[in-house]
């Protein structure tokens, strides 16, 4: 079973930064694209950004771009997501999701971490 373990969220000021980070525990980490995604309080969740498995190909939500940048590390298992200028509309719970490269859905997830942005 693939298990992810977000950290890193916290409570920041409006136009501050925090890193996300994620730790898969599978071996061929490499074999999976990872995205995030967010859930703000009485809302549906959604997508953050996703980054392809060699790291090559990113995309982003357009309320983040320029704002958000998502990496990965293969060799650490871990995917990051440094998220600069938060505004409070960016809080929510953020979550760490896997699938792999041949699916088209996100198999698995983390159980999140809260992300509070004050005005």
């Known amino acids: 079973q693939v298990q992810l373990v977000e950290s890193g969220g916290g409570l920041v000021q409006a136009g501050g930064s925090l890193r996300l980070s994620c730790v898969v525990s599978?071996?061929?980490?490499?074999?999976?694209?990872m995205g995030w995604f967010r859930q703000a309080p009485g809302k549906e969740r959604e997508f953050v950004a996703g980054i392809s498995w060699s790291g090559g190909t990113t995309n982003y939500k357009d309320s983040v771009k320029g704002r958000f940048t998502i990496s990965r590390d293969n060799a650490k298992n871990t995917v990051y997501l440094q998220m600069n200028n938060l505004k409070p509309e960016d809080t929510a719970v953020y979550y760490c999701?896997?699938?792999?490269?041949?699916?088209?859905?996100?198999?698995?997830w983390g159980q999140g971490t809260q992300v509070t942005v004050s005005s």
């Open positions: 599978e071996r061929t980490f490499s074999s999976y694209n």
């Open positions: 999701a896997a699938k792999l490269v041949s699916r088209i859905l996100y198999d698995y």
